[in-house]
């Protein structure tokens, strides 16, 4: 479940003591069968007001200092909250560096779900006291689309100051009616998402949205509702239909590495390819050869991520490099057998070994359940 700040904070920005504590009582009943796991924004919010600011910073360095500070503070409420009521709460910082390491990665995930054995609640959160390109250009709604495959969960909550997803903008346009349920998002459905208006936060529709798809991808549905009514948590997982459900494709597609690589990863590079590796990539399901690559764009080594473009710019797939980008430049439209004689040397046939490779498929599968019916039992049971 994520928890946005503007779910924790009056409007004037000031903490929501209230709101939050009574947050936690539902999250203690919720624990009581179900792992759950929280991503919780409220932590510059927090500093804001302990060190006395008239608002949230707009630098970087007055946010950072402002997370340094008000991030113990949150902590420390959660745990006052929830410890009397028997939950043990357990702070993981996350960099999107964790996410793109897959050695990180795979320790996150172990450290999670050893603290889910030990039915401890974790209470994830950026670092943002050092992440200055997450604090410029990141939210808690793009780390909860990515915690998804790190817990392997079952279902996203999104817990938002408005309703869910409507037609427009209900702040402005009283005639806006909520959207109940989405199947794919495609860039009509994103249209209707706008930026964060509350002056606290710093995602907005668009980027639940996107979560949600990422996390659809995974095969897991989200559901984005309204974090301001009381008993929210519990009605949603009881089956009762509120907010907007976005649908995911009924089956996983890929594996959790595959996954990973897909949507974690921010390729370093791009690779230019001709239709018939284009075809025999996506229809056939084969390696990318040098003979089949036209251009090599960016500056990346061996091993690292890249995209994968047919020759319209459309973005094919995502891969790691058996060579560096000098390197595959040399190679260009040279048959695997001549790759020694180009470079003196070989480390593999393929550019990028199927194995190495993910298709970057189409979202929008409809799956057959109701939302209200997957809220309400997609969900793992503790024994």
């Known amino acids: 479940m994520k928890i946005g700040t503007g779910v924790l904070t009056q409007s004037g920005g000031r903490?929501?003591?209230?709101?939050?504590?009574?947050?936690?009582?539902?999250l203690c009943r919720a624990a009581q069968s179900r792992e759950v796991v929280v991503v919780s924004s409220g932590a510059v919010a927090l500093g804001v007001e302990r060190l006395g600011l008239a608002k949230r910073p707009k630098d970087i360095r007055g946010k950072q200092a402002a997370a340094a500070v008000g991030q113990s503070r949150l902590m420390r409420l959660y745990d006052d909250a929830l410890g009397p009521q028997g939950?043990?709460?357990?702070?993981?910082?996350?960099?999107?560096?964790?996410?793109?390491?897959?050695?990180r990665y795979l320790n996150a995930r172990r450290a999670i779900a050893e603290l889910l054995q030990h039915r401890a609640l974790p209470i994830i959160n950026e670092n943002d006291t050092v992440s200055v390109e997450e604090l410029k250009f990141g939210d808690n709604d793009t780390l909860a689309g990515m915690a998804v495959d790190l817990v392997e969960a079952e279902l996203l909550v999104i817990l938002t100051d408005i309703d869910g997803l409507y037609t427009a903008d209900p702040r402005k346009d009283p005639q806006a009616s909520r959207i109940p349920e989405v199947f794919g998002i495609d860039p009509a459905t994103l249209g209707l998402a706008g930026d964060s208006s509350s002056g606290v936060g710093t995602g907005g529709m668009a980027t639940k949205l996107r979560a949600a798809s990422r996390a659809g991808e995974s095969g897991v549905p989200t559901l984005i509702a309204p974090g301001k009514q009381v008993g929210v948590l519990d009605r949603a997982l009881s089956g009762e239909p509120l907010g907007t459900f976005v649908h995911a494709p009924a089956q996983r597609g890929t594996g959790s590495r595959k996954r990973w690589l897909l949507r974690d990863l921010r390729p370093l590079g791009q690779v230019v390819i001709d239709d018939g590796a284009a075809r025999a990539l996506c229809e056939r399901?084969?390696?990318?050869?040098?003979?089949?690559?036209?251009?090599?764009?960016?500056?990346?080594?061996?091993?690292?991520?890249?995209?994968?473009?047919?020759?319209?710019g459309t973005a094919l797939a995502r891969g790691f490099s058996s060579y560096g980008s000098d390197e595959l430049r040399r190679i260009v439209g040279v048959k695997t057998a001549d790759i020694p004689v180009v470079l003196g040397f070989k480390l593999a046939d393929e550019a990028v070994h199927r194995d190495d490779l993910v298709l970057l498929s189409p979202s929008g599968a409809r799956a057959e359940t109701t939302g209200a019916q997957v809220a309400a039992g997609a969900t793992k049971e503790r024994g």
């Open 15 to 26: 903490f929501d003591r209230e709101r939050f504590d009574s947050l936690c009582e539902e």
């Open 87 to 103: 939950v043990t709460v357990a702070q993981v910082l996350l960099t999107h560096a964790d996410i793109q390491s897959r050695t």
């Open 285 to 312: 399901g084969k390696s990318l050869l040098p003979t089949g690559i036209r251009d090599v764009r960016g500056t990346f080594e061996a091993g690292e991520p890249v995209e994968i473009l047919s020759l319209a």
